[in-house]
């Protein structure tokens, strides 16, 4: 069965801190994606990439940034973690660069920064 | 203006009822279409994929107009696990857009 796996369920963190969510998927897909979920404005994309040490810009990048050493792998930071960095955060990979074929999501990871 | 569309309800309806979702986009070049369902603090889950003459899964139908460009989710006799939230995906060159969802409420 096809998965992805999020490191962490829920998550607190303070102020000011570097946070790191990490995404692993092991169906071998090119494209992996990072979104944030928030009542009323839906799934916003932070970023993704295409293959390895690739990386690209979403709607919403300022705070964030991205990390893809492996094709497994790909971790979404967050610089300097602020309040209104409270969210909901979802992986999501895909073996098709557009066309046929929908995303896997993660379980998601629920932060809170305090 | 939005890429995509989505009257976000909440819409609550009785069991057995029949309930349609609809989902607008923009670009009239987007080439794939999908409907996930997302329950309470879960992942959106991958509920069918539309195709461009319409499709069925049991009790649920997926509808494709390229002319008005909008998809449709038709839902038959509702049921009481059928309550979710319900995403429209559209995939427009290497991007999914997502609507911001329409949530379904099914009452005893």
Redesign the interface.
């Known amino acids: 069965d096809v998965k992805v796996t999020q490191s962490s369920r829920y998550l607190v963190k303070r102020t000011g801190e570097k946070v790191f969510l990490e995404c692993v998927q092991d169906m071998d897909h090119e494209n992996m ?1 990072w ?1 944030r979920q928030d009542p ?4 916003r ?1 932070i970023y993704f990439s ?1 293959d390895v040490k690739m990386k690209e810009k979403g709607d919403i990048p300022e705070g964030y940034s991205v990390s893809r050493e492996k094709k497994e792998r790909f971790s979404l930071i967050l610089e300097s973690a602020s309040t209104n960095q409270t969210s909901m955060y ?1 992986c999501a990979s ?1 073996t098709l ?12 990871t ?1 932060l809170t920064v305090v | 203006r939005k890429e995509v569309e989505q009257d ?1 309800g909440p819409f609550n309806v009785p069991e057995g009822a029949t309930v349609a979702f609809n989902c607008t986009y923009s670009n009239s070049a987007s ?2 279409f ?1 409907w ?1 369902r997302q329950d309470c ?6 509920l069918m ?1 539309v195709y461009s003459s319409g499709n069925e899964d049991g009790r649920f139908t997926a509808q494709l107009n390229r002319a008005s460009q909008y998809i449709s989710l038709l839902i038959r006799d509702s049921k009481l696990s059928d309550s979710a939230t319900y ?1 429209c ?1 559209v ?6 857009y ?4 329409t949530s379904l409420t099914v009452i005893p």
Do not use: A, I, M
């Open positions: 994606f979104y009323g404005l839906g799934l994309l295409y979802l895909t660069r557009g066309g046929v074929g929908g995303y896997t999501f993660g379980s998601g629920r | 976000p080439q794939s999908f996930y603090r879960k992942e959106p889950k991958l994929s995403l995906v995939n427009t060159g290497n991007q999914f997502f609507g911001t969802g």
